[in-house]
């Protein structure tokens, strides 16, 4: 008779424990320890399947060729994947419910199907009725496109090895359990296990493999984090469900950049590429008080993004600082740089940030847009017209360069900007025979705000 071993096992980061355990010692979380049966099983050398017996070689005589990709048929998606999926990779998709993960991996088995790779699509959230008639819906339906709704993984290998598919996904990986584990399906030593057989599946039988995952309340992926660890792609969707903007953003690339982002938009017939995103983020209103264009930069890719501020007294204190689009030690700190060089009484007022589309801004490149913004709106003064401004702030007030400078400017010039400011320093950069727009090199936040709200205007205004 089999012995079996009891543990007990964080369901957030797998950490295993002899006895019950209140608090994490791993990941810190209260209360997330369950009582799991380990049978302990003969394995194999599954390594061998992965390494395919090579031998130890001189690095220089590893071929350098570049694997061969095929494309998905959404620009954005092969843009953050690098270029297209690589045969045998696995790739994580996660997401909020609703956000249109399974809309969008739909869509993509369709477009590889009509190239003529054949194409499994296993369900365990749903029926096959429901996939074809979301299918109908998205304009998704392909001779090569074999749908099944499975969760049982030994079944799902033996589907595998029938159809033989060039791309498979899997909606969701917290679905799908072993006969061999007595663990319930999503817990962490079903999503382990059925996460690295797949992969060693994948490797084996040169299968690219999309896996749908779900996330926690804190929007964490749902499962154990060497689950990130196993797959070669880790992909997050971001974006309120109650807006169009869908964000997918490479948090993990085995094959390529993960600066690069994906932007979607959503309709009646699924999510829509959006290749020229900076209109999408413009404001439709110009001129506005206490709002600043950024022209940011994802990866490759310049955006131009509407920040707004809004700074108000209030008689309660301390007063409350509020965004969900950048970081708030980097506003306080900004704020701090405003009250101690620009001597603006600002420590008093409720301070509020937010960005168009719910892109959120992590680059130190915004850092004189936010100061400018969050200034115009305390002294309540419009801005120079048609003009972005991005630099980075010290803490002495100065004004620092940033890299590709030549890229924001030139998205700026195509969108119809005709004032640029920016570091002295990355004046040097551009090219001084364009003349477009007008541009202003500034060293300090108080050049900065001297030009970016000039008094002929205001005075106007008044």
Partial sequence: MTKKNTVFMCQECGYESSKWIGKCPACGKWNTFVEETVAPTPRQDKLAIISANEKPQPIGKVDTQDLPRFITGSGELDRVLGGGIIPGSVILIAGDPGIGKSSLTLAVCANIARIGKKVLYITGEESARQIRMRADRLNAIADDLYICAETNFERIATHIENV???????????????????????????????????????????????????????????????????????????????????????????????????????????????????????????????SVIIPTVEGTRPLLVEVQALVAPTPFMPPRRTSDSVDIKRIQLLLAVLEKRVHLSIGACDVYVKTSGGIKIVEPAADLAIIIAMASSFANRKLLPKCVVFGE??????????????????EARRMGFTSIILPKKNFFELNKSENSSKIIAVETVRDALRVAMPRENNQKQE
Avoid: W, Y
């Avoid at 690339?253 to 413009?282: C, H, Q, W, Y």
């Avoid at 002495?396 to 030139?410: D, F, H, L, P, Y």
């Fill in 393 to 410: 702030v010290g803490l002495g007030g100065e004004v620092r360069a940033v890299s590709k400078a030549r890229q924001r400017v030139e």
């Fill in 164 to 290: 033989k598919p060039q791309f498979l996904v899997i909606d969701s990986i917290q679905t799908i359990f072993k006969n061999s584990l007595e663990s319930a399906p999503g817990s962490v030593s079903q999503i382990r296990e059925c996460a690295a057989d797949l992969m060693r599946i994948s490797k084996r039988e040169g299968i690219a493999t999309f896996i749908i995952g779900h996330v926690t309340k804190d929007g964490n992926l749902a499962g154990p984090r060497v689950l990130e660890h196993i797959v070669d792609t880790v992909l997050f969707f971001e974006g309120e469900r109650t807006a169009d903007l869908r964000v997918l953003r490479a948090i993990k690339n085995r094959f390529g950049a993960t600066s690069e982002i994906g932007l979607f938009e959503m309709r009646d017939i699924g999510l829509i590429d959006v290749p020229d995103a900076s209109k999408l983020f413009l404001p439709e209103k110009e001129d506005d008080i206490g």
